[in-house]
């Protein structure tokens, strides 16, 4: 905290919104009495053009450090006013605290407590203010060059359509030739029928035949812009974003801004040729936990083909057996249609009882008819659903992505503010995500290519998020920090007897799990500190000092006698808080008592600042988060619920566990917030 | 009563003014060899000239781990344990205080208990044993599935201090507290002793003395004692070296007496009944390595107990290269102010365990063992210098 911190407060009326239900002006004389507060003001709206005007001037002419807006929602407001003030004083130095859906409307059949919690409510606003550092902005330089990883159909896609875009790329394949899986299908050399038309804009506007297809792309990848390597692997990587080193594995160090990875599955059905009269197709026996991760893929190359052989050889046989059929809808569908109308035919197969193959039958029981069923069979297609590549996980690792329980590729799919996070440029298309036919992989390499290329002409990004600090003599290297770390920030450096974890600040959000998973407090996001958490407790039960020895205030700060016993609510903003504010909008109306401290995730906390809030005063406290499963930050919830767990216990032997509650809250129904609050406020009174 | 000691008295009373400078402290301290911030000699220095800003600002004042190493080679004879209490005090009042570990929840949890009207659930673990094992390589040690007996009318207090709670925190360790207070207890049945257990027992307050919080400490002594004397009886066993060493040395040096024998659970069991050990049996590790805690060892001189225990079960004790006195600290340090230097002690003494070659370490305290095991939560140390660990109380209960 700054010695000479000048904070200004500017109170708004929002109207009548907050000016009906509390009195201002006896809420500016209370910020006149708080620590570091040079200037307090108010203003009907602080929002509106002359409003700012006003502001600017008051910020400049007092010098202020730090600036508290009261009035209503950060996220309609926040960025309008860091913008506004942008010049005037360090924008991340800068809060807004809801006064307006948070205190005003739900409390307004209660203006007594309501005027109690508006003070409470400027008083810790203004303790996490006065306690906060100001967020250094990073800035991620991104190198103008893409790598692909994989040379197949997704692979060829992609770097051509980057390198369309001006941009160089380096294609890196393991085999000696290009097409990948495509090659058994569609290669030159290929003998199978390959039923499917690519749609492929560097072929024709038409879908073409598969064969044609594949040729034109190995023809079109020989170009300046694309540097091919065969018989490539990647070795490792290293950098932050933007600035990736990848070394391969035939020594060369490529220095990329955007990674595409297109490395396939690998697929271990065959496909049929067409000299043979009877061909049979089996697909697999899938069971309902596997039916969770099927990939629709197999069942239609299966169809297709099938399809294809009765044109071109109407008078051959084309069977398939299968035990069920996903076709993943829609045009699809239409596919078994076409089959049927072709002359296909298909078989059901019982569960665990697959067709077997004797003296050139093929023997099953079919299903549909009850009756056993003999089919002479000369070429048999094992249609089994595609697996991830053996090397799958170790390039996952590498890259750091995450793995979906089968094996494929994910891509991280993380739901926060554009400016509150740096893409990483790291994108997975293709079966290498997840199996697909060659259309789709077509598709999803375009739009990963999209993306890069999208990435890359940015070339300098700015991220003013906040973003965690290691103590390094603190810091013991038991990795418990990376463990719970969602964006895989956290790396270690080796150390005497130990290794220093080392966080990268253009991965991190500031989202705060580390600093909750850490046993020795060697990590903090600076401006988000435990001192600031703490800091907004203690102004929220600040009075229960004044209740218990007695003393009276004077005057217009008579308010505060009015002490009622006080519930802390840690609300994440991205649930239970943007919850508290619809309740607010929506008019809802709970107890006064209930104070919410706001913290980005619910990951963020620990059991011993839970307890510390009862050690406190605090009458209880809750915990209100995203669902399992919604979390922001992909598991920060998880940490939420082992943190409640492990304060409950304690809490429990204490026999204090009633007064902690932990809630899981849809960010957008105020009703269920309103709901939880008034239950816990209800069976704490009882206790 | 409340502690009025000054800095003035302190320095006299702790020996300072003996201080040869001689520096032996610093060079035997384990955490001045990994963090060149710390000092001994140099803490001694500034009370002996009193530069008192300097000694009670210094962040590393909350760095000492208490370990006695220092005062058992000091030729002088200056209690540098004493003094840093005393300085901790007062440093507190002018509002430092140590960097609590663990998000504050022990701390928390302590300050807490020294309200006096609280409604402790502290019994569930005396709940009969179910056949949930304490294991060590995956060998079952204790499995008794019995009922523990405790009485209100004997006179032996057992003293489960805050050990079988910690599991809250860190069963993700491996570490099961619990298990080690239901091991004392069921051998103290099975040595005849039905102990009393107090359902309202507070922390015995060690930590929070070593951090200088006086006065909570005291509060803490005295609901204690009340509760002690109330129940009559004449003997206190614990099997926490830092609960006995508070009960037995600090409640009295800071005015609590309560009048009773206090012995950690090792000394009760030099004599144990042979005949009514079941035999060690082929699974169990046979060559076996134990680790004195500072509280135990240096802080208690107790060094003989435990291992004569050990023998008498049939294990071949393999010594480290610093055993007894010599023994270096798990890197304890009250939950507070830890960091890279005490990882460093931690894995300096795993190293010493690997080269006796010994398949397990054996330790006392269970403080001990939830250090060494956080130690092995990095896990190149698990590859390296990774030792499976019990309690002395859980082989022992094994046998019965």
Known sequence: MSDNANIGVFICECGDKIAGVLDVPVLVEYAHTLPDVTCAEQAGYWCLPDGIERMRALVAERQLDRVVIVGCAPRTHDALFRRALDGFTNPTLVSITNLRDLCARPHVNDSQAAMAKACDQIAMVI????????????????????????????????????????????????????????????????????????????????????????????????????????????????????????ALSNGDIVEAGAIIVATGAQSNFQSPTSNFQHTAFVLCDISPEQAQTCTHTCCLTAIRQATEIKRQLPDANAIVFFRELYTAGGAYDDLIWEARQAGVNFVRYPAGQMPQLARGEIVTHDELTGREVHMPCDQVIAVQPMLPQPDAAHLAEML????????????????????????????????????????RAIFQAYSAAARAVQHIQRSEIVNHAPFAKIDAIRCNGCGDCARVCPFAAITFEPRVSSRLAAIDSLLCTGCGNCVSACPVKAVQV?????????????????????????????????????????????????????????????????????RVIRVNCTGRLQPGLLLKALEMGAAGVMVLGCAPGVCHYEQGNERA??????????????????????????????????????????ATRNT | ????????????????????????????????RYDGGFSPRVTVGRALVRRDE???????????????????????????????????????????????THGEAIHVWMRMMTQPALAQNRLDWLKPVNSQQSTVNSRALFTAHCSLIT??????????????????????????????????????????????????????????????????????????????RASGVKRIVSSCPECVRALKVDYPTYGIQLGVQVVHLSELLVDLPSSKLAPRGTQHAARITYHDPCRLGRHLGIYDAPRKVLEQLGYQIVEMRHNRRNATCCGTNGWTHCGAANKAIQVQRLREAKATGAEVMVTACLKCQIHFKCA?????????????????AELVAARF
């Open chain 1, 127 to 246: 303790a996490d203010l006065a306690a906060r550092e100001a967020i250094s902005p990073r800035v991620a330089h991104i190198t103008p060059h893409a790598v692909v990883i994989g040379g197949g159909i997704a692979g060829m896609t992609a770097a051509l359509a980057i390198s369309e875009a001006g941009i160089s790329v380096t294609l890196v394949e393991r085999e000696s030739e290009l097409g990948g899986g495509a090659i058994e299908t569609c290669g030159e050399r290929s003998r199978t029928i390959a039923a499917i038309q690519m749609q492929n804009r560097y072929l024709s506007a038409e879908g073409q035949p598969a064969k044609a297809g594949l040729a034109m792309l190995l023809q079109r990848i020989h170009s300046p812009d694309i540097r091919v390597l065969t018989s490539t692997t990647l070795a490792s990587v290293s950098g932050t974003i933007g600035q990736y080193r990848l």
């Open chain 1, 400 to 439: 750091r992505l995450p793995i979906y329980s089968n094996g494929f590729i994910a891509d991280t799919r993380v739901r926060l503010r554009p400016s509150d996070r740096i893409e990483r440029g790291i994108y997975v298309c293709g079966a290498a995500h997840f199996p697909c036919d060659a259309n």
């Open chain 1, 526 to 594: 600076p401006s988000a500190t435990d001192e600031q958490i703490e800091a907004q407790v203690r102004a929220a039960l600040g009075r229960q000092g004044d209740r218990e020895t007695g003393r009276q205030r004077d005057g217009a700060l008579a308010y505060l006698s009015t002490c009622l016993p006080v519930y802390l609510l840690f609300a994440c903003e991205w649930s239970g808080y943007s919850a508290a504010e619809i309740a607010g909008t929506r008019g809802l109306t709970y107890p006064a008592s209930a």
């Open chain 1, 641 to 682: 619920a082992a943190v409640f767990e492990q304060a409950n216990a304690l809490g429990h032997l204490m026999g204090l566990d009633s007064r902690l509650a932990l809630k899981w809250i849809p960010p957008d129904d105020g009703a269920v917030f309103v709901r939880a609050v008034q239950e816990f406020v209800d």
């Open chain 2, 1 to 32: 009563m409340s502690y009025t000691t000054t800095l003035d008295q302190t320095i006299h009373t702790t020996g300072v003014l003996r201080c040869l400078e001689c520096g032996k402290c610093t060079a035997i301290c384990p955490i001045a």
């Open chain 2, 54 to 100: 300097e000694l009670l600002r210094d962040d590393r004042l909350w760095a000492c781990i208490n370990c006695f190493q220092c005062s058992q080679v000091c030729p002088a004879n200056v209690d540098y344990s004493a003094l840093t209490t005393a300085v901790r005090v007062e440093a507190r009042r002018l509002g430092q205080a140590a960097l609590c």
């Open chain 2, 151 to 228: 009485s209100t009318s004997s006179d032996t207090l057992y003293f489960a201090g805050c050990a079988p709670h910690y599991d809250a925190l860190f069963a993700p360790l491996g570490v099961q507290g619990t298990r080690v207070a239901q091991a004392s207890v069921r051998v103290l049945n099975a040595l005849g002793i039905e102990p009393v257990v107090l359902a309202d027992e507070r922390c015995c307050g060690n930590d929070l003395l070593w951090e200088g919080d006086m006065d909570r400490f005291l509060q803490l002594a005295r609901l204690n004692a009340e509760m002690i």
């Open chain 2, 376 to 392: 092995l939560m990095d896990a190149q140390m698990r590859d390296t210098v990774g030792i499976e660990m019990v309690d002395l």
